[in-house]
């Protein structure tokens, strides 16, 4: 079964510090992995995907297979990155559904 | 770019009332999937719906039915409201590989606020 875990409930950043949201996976076969954000109000939307290697928004994602992590990371916050963020798996299948983990809330200070 | 529609945006019901929420997925997606969001929660998957027939279903209420149509927008059915159904209700859709990833990436919508009074 693929599950993700997400430690932190709340994190508080000051703006132009570094951020990184953690996200630890357990899976049966090779993760597919997304992050997804929800900014206030917004609806949900894809941040990356894991298989591209993008930088979205300033954000990287790299997938640790030794650690079984897929953390989030941004060197410099901003203010607009205040958010929740949801580390999941899913989308391997044509109707795999996200199963979301707790999901962390990014508060960036001013 | 078209995005996923939802419809209406905000609904206020009360107690033992019945609502409809509406989906229409981005054009050419066949696969629609409900999410419920409730206050300080995170999303929970409900029901997906493929090609008009249901997939997979998680935590919905046997209050709650749900189909897609030929044009494959798809309606949630949620009858004898309670209070705990006051949620965000959101639906994604998706379609076919996305780009060099292989994965079938779900787009949402806004999401339906439902408030039982």
């Known amino acids: 079964a693929q599950r993700v875990t997400q430690p932190e409930k709340l994190l508080s950043v000051f703006k132009g510090a570094p951020v990184e949201l953690k996200c630890n996976y357990s899976?049966?076969?090779?993760?597919?992995l997304f992050w997804y954000v929800q900014y206030s109000r917004q609806r949900l939307q894809l941040l990356l995907r894991?298989?591209s290697r993008e930088s979205i928004k300033g954000f990287t994602a790299d997938l640790n297979k030794g650690e079984t992590s897929f953390h989030l990371k941004k060197p410099f916050a901003q203010e607009e990155d205040s958010a929740m963020y949801y580390c999941?798996?899913?989308?391997?299948?044509?109707?795999?559904?996200?199963?979301f983990g707790k999901g962390t809330r990014l508060h960036i200070l001013p | 770019a078209a995005g996923v529609i939802q419809s209406p945006r905000h609904l206020i019901k009360e107690k033992r009332e019945t609502a409809t929420l509406k989906c229409y997925p981005i054009?050419?997606?066949?696969?629609v999937y409900w999410y419920q969001q409730g206050p300080g929660q995170d999303p929970q998957f409900l029901i997906s719906?493929?090609?008009?027939?249901?997939?997979d279903k998680g935590s919905i209420p046997d209050r709650f039915s749900a189909q897609q149509f030929s044009d494959y927008h798809s309606e949630l059915n949620m009858s004898s409201l309670e209070l705990g159904d006051s949620a965000l209700y959101f639906c994604?859709?998706?379609?076919?590989?996305?780009?060099?990833?292989?994965?079938?990436?779900?787009?949402f919508g806004p999401g339906t606020r439902l408030t039982v009074t």
């Open positions: 994604a859709s998706s379609q076919g590989l996305s780009g060099q990833s292989g994965s079938y990436e779900q787009y």
């Open positions: 899976y049966s076969g090779s993760p597919e």
């Open positions: 894991h298989i």
């Open positions: 999941a798996p899913g989308g391997r299948f044509r109707d795999d559904k996200i199963i």
């Open positions: 054009p050419r997606h066949d696969t």
């Open positions: 719906f493929y090609e008009k027939m249901q997939s």
